[in-house]
């Protein structure tokens, strides 16, 4: 299920979707389902002009195997949508720690240094995103977090095409 948000503020934009989400999966649906929730949280850089030369975010997270091929429709007011992403591979940087807007830019450099010195240097994909932030642990655990930034990548050269998953 996706939360877009017109935010220049990654935290902002995830606190804002993320809501929205949690009122979906705790029955704000036309079937007054409720949902268990998943992790990650993904949230997507919509290119834009903003400081992380974003204009907005999109706030993800995978649906149960349950409601994978009918999902519950989202009531209107939630500004929520579907959304079936095509399977892909990911160059993946962990890290710790609460994902801030400094911390985020910090690591997506990292990334794209760390990628740069590979040989997956020319094999970043270009799509309408620049790269997502994956976030495992629910707000209250303060120690241990896991996050990770993400970058798509081209690996079909090496291991062939990809499927679908459900979001």
């Not at 948000?5 to 990654?10: C, G």
């Not at 997270?61 to 990911?90: G, I």
Request: proline letters at 8%; one cysteine or more; aromatic letters at 14%.
């Amino acid at each position: 299920m996706s939360a877009t948000v017109n935010d220049l503020s990654f935290q902002k934009a995830t606190l804002f979707g993320f809501h929205r989400l949690f009122q979906f999966i705790q029955g704000a649906n036309l079937n007054y389902s409720r949902v268990a929730m998943t992790s990650p949280v993904v949230s997507r850089l919509v290119p834009g002009a903003g400081p992380f030369h974003s204009s907005a975010f999109v706030v993800r997270f995978y649906l149960p195997a349950k409601f994978q091929d009918c999902p519950p429709t989202p009531v209107p007011e939630l500004n929520l949508e579907p959304y079936t992403w095509e399977s892909h591979y990911v160059a993946v940087r962990k890290f710790s720690g609460f994902a801030t807007d400094d911390s985020l830019l910090s690591e997506a450099v990292k990334l794209a240094t760390s990628l740069s010195l590979s040989p997956w240097a020319n094999l970043t994909t270009a799509t309408d995103y620049t790269y997502s932030i994956a976030q495992y642990d629910p707000p209250f655990r303060f120690i241990g977090r896991v996050n990770e930034v993400w970058v798509e990548v081209d690996a079909s050269v090496v291991v062939g095409p990809v499927g679908k998953e459900t979001f």
